[in-house]
Every structure is written in structure tokens, then in C-alpha cells.
């Protein structure tokens, strides 16, 4: 959850349209056309990358009239689901995505069985990734590759579908080295996640 008090505006004199602002923008907010960036400001969170990036100083930051909260009430939605999804994503649900904003694989999940089928649009509805973005899209990746969607990076946008993890480690890597204890790792992980799942239907 995050509280966004100001949004993007464009000065058009100013405006190239290099596109640089649309592509850093985590939540989708800028579109441009006819070579002149354009803010949704109902989409902005506020992150301030498009000022830093813009070599005009097109682009400020201006107050909105009233402060708005973006965030998922992970409440609202079916809580088995969301316990599968996390299950299927090797995340606990109370697991952190965004450290910046405090949110969790829970918040997510939720953003995603509410209908976010992209990083940016999960953005929008819980605030991840409007900080410094350093740690939150792979997990978040994770979290929507679970959900059966496939990702790829939009044209020019700078994120990527890859991370190391325990699960990610082919077999062939896992056989190759056994003294890494891969496959056993592997298996006691897959046990916690099934005891977690079976406590959860019980609780």
C-alpha cells in the first residue's frame, strides 16, 4: 500500500517524445503520441523515475488535491486461491515483495486474482515497484508466472523474466554437483509448502 500525494505533468513546449519517461514508468502512466508524453495521473504512483530520466526537464512533480491510497485489501478475495497462488509461487503469503511499500506476496496475489495480469498493472492497484525497485519484480514476476500467465518485457522496457532460485535449478545442474544437496533442499522446501497448505485448510 502506498499514499501518492503528487503526480507527473508535461510540459509539451519542453516534450521531444523520446519515449525514455514511458519506459521507466512502473505503473503504465505515460503514453506517448504524436511525439508528446502524456500522464494518466489516476495511474501515476508517483515514483519521480520519468523526472530523473528526461534529459529536457520536461517532466515535473505537482501536488494532487487530495492524497491517494493505492492498495489491495487481500480480504476481499477468495483466501484458498490466494493461499494456492502463493503455494505455487514457493512464497509464504506474508513473504515481502516491495520493501518500500510494505507490500507483501499477499497484496499481490490479491492484485492478481482481482485481474492484474502485468507488472504495471499490479503497480497501480498495490504500489510495488514505485520505489526503488531493486528487490520487488522478480518475486512479483514470480507471483503472476504462477497465476498461468506468461511474461515478456514490453519493446524497450527494462525488466526481465529471470531469477536464481532453489526450484529454477535444472535437474541435469542438480545431478551434476550432488554435493550441493540440490534435490534434497528441493524436496524438504516442497514438504514445508504441503504442511503449510494442509495447517491453512484446517485452520
Known amino acids: ?3 501518492v500525494y503528487s503526480h507527473a505533468q ?3 513546449e519542453k516534450c521531444v ?3 525514455l519517461c514511458e519506459f ?3 505503473s503504465g502512466a505515460i503514453e506517448v503520441s504524436k511525439k508528446k508524453a502524456h500522464v494518466d495521473s489516476t495511474h501515476c504512483v508517483a515514483c519521480t523515475r520519468c523526472v530523473d530520466v528526461c534529459n529536457e526537464k520536461a517532466i515535473q512533480m505537482v501536488p494532487l488535491p487530495e492524497p491517494r491510497v493505492v492498495g489491495v485489501n487481500p480480504a476481499e478475495v477468495d483466501q484458498a486461491r490466494l493461499q494456492e497462488l502463493c503455494r505455487r509461487a ?3 503469503p506474508d513473504d515481502p515483495i516491495c520493501l518500500c511499500t510494505f507490500t507483501t506476496a499477499r497484496e499481490v496475489a490479491a492484485a492478481i486474482l482481482k485481474g492484474a495480469t502485468s507488472p504495471e498493472e499490479v503497480t497501480r492497484m498495490t504500489g510495488a515497484r514505485s520505489a526503488c525497485a531493486l528487490w520487488c519484480m522478480a518475486p512479483l514476476l514470480r507471483l503472476l508466472n504462477a497465476s498461468g500467465l506468461d511474461m515478456k518485457p514490453p519493446l524497450k522496457h527494462k525488466w526481465y ?3 536464481t532460485a532453489l526450484w529454477n535449478v535444472p535437474d541435469e545442474v542438480s545431478e551434476k554437483y550432488p554435493q550441493y544437496r540440490l534435490k534434497e533442499d528441493r524436496a524438504a522446501l516442497s514438504d514445508l509448502n504441503l504442511m503449510d497448505s494442509m495447517l491453512f485448510k484446517f485452520k
Do not use: I, Q, T
Open 161 to 163: 523474466n529471470v531469477e
Open 24 to 26: 521507466v514508468c512502473p
Open 10 to 12: 508535461v510540459d509539451e
Open 17 to 19: 517524445g523520446d519515449r
Open 1 to 3: 500500500m502506498k499514499k
Open 90 to 92: 514457493n512464497m509464504e
